[in-house]
């Protein structure tokens, strides 16, 4: 007897596995948090050189506001404003407040020197960061981004590291070990001494948050139906966009940094506790180690929880499973070096993962610079999500994975360039936001088309090595925002150029809707006859829930 007959009989969607996906899933937001709060804690601030720091002026109304117009240069805008300069002051390190005073604008004769104070920031908007505390400004301003490039060098030594890690030690341990490293990690942070500690424990933070995400999706794929694997991908995606607006409010309610990396921390000790005592290994798991007498306990857990009667003569009659004879990955590689459509494919499909990656964070880490309120336009970033991941099951249907990536893509590329058209404003981060849903109609449908491309011994060869390339782009967008010191326009340029030449590529891989999934390489090159359905026949087509439901996981 199969497995999934064994777990229908207990139940495969039904108490047990509904609490547990409400449990993963609330892991899953608290670590959405994690991997966006650098939006908040390293917001950027205007700020400008200190000047007579010691001297006070209890005469003057505006003390401050005068320091800063004597010390620090500055020009008038055709609109009226002043922009003052940020790194830079006036040579007034050896005079006194009231000498400056009495020189007025001939302080500017004095020559101008770099901020030897140190930095005055406008706390207006981001009352307290990590850029303030370690004052991560002019030279050392590209520091945070490079934080966050190695947050996601985190993800991809995670998202290697947890799928071994759990194949080989179990789901059930390995989540609980990664909900006490995060906890550990992040709770360290929060008394973080300098920058580079700082940032050393993000890379760390990004591995046990990847892997965490990884391991939590496949013990739900394990424990459920095969029917249900939609529905329960989607509601892992709506829930990571909920975690947009949990962090969007705690942000704004919680002004320091520290307090608020505190209070996303805390909520791993009760997730930890209810994982420990709730959470069972996965039987699935279990029955492919030998371990078929610790699968029975766990299933008849299972069906009383689920409140049905335990088969026992279908625990006697399940089969044995045994260890693939897959080859490995080098094997892979060489076959597809070998064949020049499948070669084709897989590069074409990994630059196209990889822009995926590069322009969906890039969009997700560049709110703050669409000239609205940060809060609500990260909230609008993370609320486009919702839609986008339910109206991309409708669309990859009606338009195919090739003419829905192909347009979702495009329509990215042309939102980010023409926003750049526009003034910062409501107008723009509208316009922005726009591909912000575009592109992440496109990165859910990619994952499906990519595992539906391979046949079945490179499946995940394929997948993997595509996971890969997504994290190099992760990588790259920070530090691409850095180019808005430059012109602020250029970051969304390279977004828009990237996906429009993403999208046209696109059309060069071959359609598979409505197509079963290969088997073989030869299927995989049918796929370039048009009209073609396929050479196989009904009982030859494998389960494509149960084949593409460990390809999913990398995005979570």
Same mark, same amino acid.
């Given at each position: 007897m199969e497995f999934e007959s064994v777990l229908k009989g207990v139940g495969d969607f039904n108490r047990y596995q509904m609490l547990l996906l409400m449990l993963l899933n609330v892991i899953i937001l608290i670590n959405v948090c994690h991997t966006y709060i650098q939006v908040f804690t390293a917001g950027k601030n205007d700020h400008w050189c200190k000047a007579w720091e010691a001297e006070e002026c209890p005469d003057i109304p505006d003390c401050d506001g005068l320091k800063k117009e004597l010390a620090i240069p500055h020009e008038y805008l055709e609109d009226g404003s002043v922009e003052y300069e940020k790194c830079v002051k006036y040579n007034v390190s050896g005079i006194s407040l009231g000498t400056a005073i009495e020189l007025g604008e001939n302080v500017s004769y004095l020559g101008k020197i770099p901020c030897d104070e140190g930095w005055a920031f406008d706390r207006t908007t981001f009352p307290s960061t990590i850029n303030i505390d370690f004052e991560l400004v002019c030279e050392r301003s590209y520091l945070p981004n490079i934080g966050q490039s190695l947050f996601f060098a985190g993800y991809l030594v995670g998202s290697f590291l947890g799928g071994v890690a759990a194949d080989i030690f179990g789901r059930r341990r390995c989540i609980l070990a990664c909900l006490a490293f995060i906890f550990a990690l992040t709770a360290a942070l929060t008394a973080s001494p300098n920058v580079i500690f700082f940032v050393s424990l993000r890379f760390?933070?990004?591995? *046990?948050?990847?892997?965490?995400?990884?391991?939590?999706?496949?013990?739900?794929?394990?424990?459920?139906?095969? $029917?249900?694997?939609?529905?329960?991908? !989607?509601?892992?995606?709506?829930?990571?966009?909920?975690?947009?607006? =949990?962090?969007?409010?705690?942000?704004?309610?919680?002004? *320091?940094?520290? +307090? =608020?990396?505190?209070?996303?921390?805390?909520? +791993?000790?009760?997730?930890?506790?209810?994982?420990?005592?709730?959470?069972?290994? @996965?039987?699935?798991?279990?029955?492919?180690?030998?371990?078929?007498?610790?699968?029975?306990?766990?299933?008849?857990?299972?069906?009383?929880?689920?409140?049905? $009667?335990?088969?026992?003569?279908?625990?006697?009659?399940?089969?044995?499973?045994?260890?693939?004879?897959?080859?490995?990955?080098?094997? !892979?590689?060489?076959?597809? *070096?070998?064949?020049?459509?499948?070669?084709?494919?897989?590069? !074409?499909?990994?630059? !196209?993962?990889?822009?995926?990656?590069?322009?969906?964070?890039?969009? @997700?880490?560049?709110?703050?610079?669409?000239?609205?309120?940060?809060?609500?336009?990260?909230?609008?970033?993370?609320?486009?999500?919702?839609?986008?991941?339910?109206?991309?099951?409708?669309?990859?249907?009606?338009?195919?994975?090739r003419g829905a990536v192909f347009t979702t893509m495009m329509l990215a590329g042309l939102c980010c360039g023409g926003s750049t058209l526009l003034p910062t404003g409501i107008y723009r981060a509208l316009v922005a936001t726009g591909g912000k849903f575009f592109i992440t109609m496109s990165f859910s449908i990619v994952y499906t088309w990519s595992s539906e491309l391979y046949p079945t011994s490179l499946r995940s060869t394929g997948v993997g090595l595509f996971s890969m390339t997504s994290r190099i782009g992760g990588i790259l967008a920070p530090l691409v925002l850095l180019f808005e010191d430059i012109w602020l326009n250029l970051p969304y340029l390279l977004f828009g150029a990237v996906s429009i030449l993403a999208a046209l590529l696109a059309l060069a891989i071959p359609e598979t809707k409505g197509k079963p999934l290969p088997t073989t390489v030869r299927d995989t090159k049918n796929l370039y006859k048009q009209g073609r359905e396929g050479n196989l026949d009904d009982a030859d087509v494998p389960d494509v829930d149960q084949n593409v439901a460990d390809t999913s996981t990398n995005q979570l």
């Open positions: 760390f933070v990004g591995v *046990g948050l990847k892997a965490c995400g990884v391991i939590d999706y496949v013990m739900l794929m394990e424990t459920t139906s095969p $029917t249900k694997r939609v529905f329960i991908g !989607n509601a892992h995606f709506i829930f990571f966009g909920l975690g947009y607006f =949990l962090l969007a409010g705690l942000a704004k309610l919680i002004t *320091g940094w520290r +307090y =608020l990396q505190l209070a996303l921390t805390l909520p +791993y000790i009760p997730l930890f506790i209810m994982a420990y005592m709730f959470i069972l290994e @996965s039987p699935r798991w279990l029955s492919v180690k030998g371990r078929k007498e610790e699968a029975r306990v766990v299933l008849r857990k299972i069906a009383a929880i689920n409140n049905k $009667t335990v088969d026992e003569c279908s625990f006697d009659a399940m089969k044995e499973h045994e260890a693939s004879e897959m080859p490995g990955m080098i094997t !892979n590689l060489r076959k597809i *070096g070998r064949s020049p459509r499948l070669l084709l494919i897989t590069l !074409n499909m990994g630059f !196209n993962w990889a822009v995926q990656s590069f322009v969906y964070y890039g969009l @997700s880490f560049s709110t703050s610079s669409l000239g609205i309120d940060p809060y609500l336009s990260f909230i609008i970033s993370g609320g486009i999500e919702i839609p986008a991941y339910l109206a991309c099951m409708f669309v990859a249907e009606w338009l195919g994975r």
